[in-house]
């Protein structure tokens, strides 16, 4: 369970939360609570809306084609399917690696570093969402009904996946409707314990 390790520790784990959480926050002050950029803040928080419906398609395509299509992506979500409670993620360093290089650099191409930042933010809230939404679904007790909606959701992703794949979204079932991939009703899951409770 070292640094790059699928498998975290808790320490590691809870340490990804902490991590994503004091960068937004930190990001957001920044990009809102300067008084010499107050004339961008419209813009920038159009941008970081934009980051954070980019996000929702992101996540819907990273679980689709990349967690369920190409190896050893397949196989290490596998491992996630096979035991859901454990403390599988991505890395903190591969996944902010991966936002700085593919969202907050090719924005400085088309954008100020200001936009660039709040393009930034968005996708690291939706990142940091999906990740807390997702780990709530596996390990908490909800009482809500959009949350026993969105566990249910996702408790068919993995009862249904190897005979009726689809519902691939976790933190919204918007993109599975637009690609054809919400499937919910279509068959009874299996009696089968994958964690989502």
């Known amino acids: 369970?070292?640094?790059?390790?699928?498998?975290?520790?808790?320490?590691?784990?809870?340490?990804?939360?902490?991590?994503?959480?004091?960068?937004?926050?930190?990001?957001?002050?920044?990009?809102?609570?300067?008084?010499?950029?107050?004339?961008?803040?419209?813009?920038?928080?159009?941008?970081?809306?934009?980051?954070?419906?980019?996000?929702?398609?992101?996540?819907?395509?990273?679980?689709?084609?990349?967690?369920?299509?190409?190896?050893?992506?397949?196989?290490?979500?596998?491992?996630?399917?096979?035991?859901?409670?454990?403390?599988?993620?991505?890395?903190?360093?591969?996944?902010?690696?991966?936002i700085g290089a593919l969202v907050f650099l090719p924005s400085l191409c088309f954008t100020s570093a200001w936009m660039g930042g709040a393009l930034t933010l968005g996708v690291l809230t939706g990142y940091l969402a999906y990740g807390s939404l997702h780990h709530g679904l596996h390990h908490w007790r909800m009482n809500t009904l959009w949350m026993k909606r969105r566990k249910l959701w996702h408790a068919r992703h993995h009862h249904l996946h190897a005979t009726d794949p689809g519902h691939y979204g976790v933190t919204t079932v918007f993109w599975d409707h637009v690609f054809g991939t919400a499937k919910a009703g279509r068959r009874k899951a299996p009696a089968r314990d994958t964690g989502v409770r």
């Open 1 to 98: 369970m070292g640094l790059l390790s699928l498998e975290h520790s808790k320490a590691a784990y809870r340490a990804d939360f902490l991590a994503y959480s004091l960068s937004t926050a930190v990001l957001a002050g920044v990009l809102f609570g300067s008084h010499a950029h107050a004339a961008q803040r419209p813009a920038a928080a159009g941008m970081a809306l934009a980051g954070l419906a980019t996000w929702t398609l992101v996540e819907y395509l990273i679980h689709r084609f990349l967690m369920h299509g190409m190896e050893p992506f397949r196989r290490w979500h596998a491992e996630h399917h096979d035991r859901p409670t454990a403390l599988i993620g991505t890395p903190t360093v591969f996944s902010a690696a991966l």
